[in-house]
């Protein structure tokens, strides 16, 4: 099927590709400048984007048009700017057309066909899916009812603009003429980018090889060839948003991530090295950490009020300039392996790792202990007065592995209280919290006790 439009004949497979300008004084096309696109990406799908653009002046009001632009730009943020000109109006045009919605606009309009080889003229009254009802002027009365994958050339009068990509028009007063330089800028959503980590235990496990990685995923509708990237790691708050109270979640060339990493108001910015091509519902992968050795050590933690009998593995770095680190790193998923008897690399353990300022502890939940099991037990509850109780507790910590381990144990606590007997010495890591570490000799078992007094 063609369709035709200001008696010009066009394929209708290409139908997704045109653009009918309305029959006024042809605006002026922006034109690309040299220089890349610069883009920033936020964590929280936004991007700000700059493009460098040559703008051709007429002395007075000028009609500027571009198109192309990604459908989800956000309209209220475009700005054009530069020197010899001062925008009086602009609009963003994203009414797209497809081939139901030429249809629906051309209702009550005559059209004229070809179907079986013959050209006729009538007035397009209805459409229902792919039937098209048509009053034939050959035919007074009569209603011609023709599925659409019938005819093959259509010819629709010229009365509307037909866009089938979003564009941004402006009008504009020139000073005077010539041509003038500007900057075109806008957010848009659709682009967003995540930190995907890598640590490799070292044989021994004393240290991990450490690697990061920004994912970059487009979906903003349409590509951005050459560009300069910048990532912008940190929590930006938007209008009609609630501010997050802190984290929810517990073969490139090498690239040093402190020489990158800079800071940007309260959160950090990484400019990415070169220019890089960010294809439309493409996933881009950029080295910005590492490789680079970390310090690390294997600790166990059994918390019985959250775990049951579980122990947790945990795999410890400290992000200190003194351990090698001692950069802010992007929240994202963190990946650790570990090669096997046979030298393959196997994966131990993810997480998901918050934001972490340069001289953080580090933390990843690697899994599950296989050869640990816990068991808490309460065995005594004493009223020692009428506000006054106690509770005695004992943890048992059986290691069925072939080496020994040292367990973190954590015991949440409630109210006033106080520790008036214990078998460890304990850690208060806050109001509720307390700690012991429990060592635990390989193929047998360890208990420790504690009385807690509480308060009321």
């Not at 229902?128 to 002027?137: H, V």
């Not at 450490?210 to 951005?224: D, E």
């Not at 090669?339 to 131990?348: E, I, M």
Request: net charge neutral; charged share 25%; hydrophobic share 35%.
């Amino acid at each position: 099927m063609r369709l035709r439009c200001a008696w010009v004949y066009l394929p209708m497979s290409t139908l997704s590709l045109l653009v009918f300008a309305p029959l006024t004084a042809r605006a002026t096309e922006l034109r690309r400048s040299s220089g890349p696109t610069e883009i920033v990406i936020y964590n929280n799908d936004q991007a700000l984007v700059r493009e460098p653009y040559v703008v051709s002046l007429r002395h007075g009001r000028n009609d500027l048009s571009l198109a192309g632009v990604p459908l989800r730009v956000d309209s209220t943020s475009v700005r054009l700017e530069g020197d010899g000109f001062r925008i009086l109006r602009q609009s963003f045009d994203f009414d797209l057309w497809s081939g139901d919605r030429v249809f629906h606009r051309y209702l009550g309009d005559t059209i004229r066909y070809r179907y079986a080889g013959r050209v006729f003229r009538g007035r397009l009254v209805g459409m229902d899916g792919e039937d098209l009802y048509i009053e034939r002027q050959d035919s007074v009365g009569v209603l011609t009812m023709i599925n659409r994958r019938q005819i093959s050339e259509l010819e629709f009068p010229p009365r509307f603009g037909l866009a089938t990509s979003p564009s941004l028009r402006w009008e504009v007063e020139g000073v005077k003429a010539g041509d003038r330089p500007a900057t075109l800028s806008y957010l848009t959503s659709g682009i967003e980018w995540t930190a995907e980590y890598t640590a490799m235990l070292e044989p021994g496990e004393k240290e991990v090889e450490l690697t990061g990685w920004a994912s970059i995923v487009n979906r903003t509708g349409r590509s951005f060839d050459a560009a300069k990237v910048s990532l912008v790691a940190g929590e930006l708050h938007r209008a009609g948003e609630t501010p997050g109270r802190g984290a929810t979640a517990e073969e490139a060339p090498p690239q040093a991530p402190s020489a990158g990493a800079q800071d940007l108001f309260a959160y950090h910015l990484y400019p990415l090295a070169g220019t890089i091509d960010l294809r439309y519902l493409e996933t881009t992968q950029i080295p910005i950490v590492g490789p680079i050795r970390v310090p690390a050590r294997r600790t166990y933690v059994y918390d019985a009020a959250r775990d049951g009998s579980h122990v947790r593995v945990r795999l410890e770095l400290g992000n200190e300039k003194s351990r090698g680190l001692g950069v802010p790193l992007p929240e994202g998923r963190v990946r650790v392996y570990e090669r096997d008897p046979s030298g393959a690399r196997t994966l131990v353990g993810e997480d998901a790792l918050p934001h972490t300022a340069a001289g953080e502890e580090i933390r990843i939940l690697s899994g599950i202990a296989f050869d640990l099991v816990g068991d808490r037990t309460r065995v005594s509850h004493t009223r020692v007065s009428r506000n006054v109780t106690e509770d005695a507790y004992r943890i048992t910590i059986r290691n069925r592995g072939q080496k020994a381990a040292t367990v973190t144990v954590v015991e949440t606590l409630y109210g006033n209280w106080e520790i008036p007997a214990k078998s460890l010495e304990y850690r208060k890591k806050n109001a509720d919290t307390i700690e012991f570490d429990l060592d635990v000799p390989a193929g047998r078992s360890a208990v420790m006790t504690y009385t807690a007094r509480f308060t009321y």
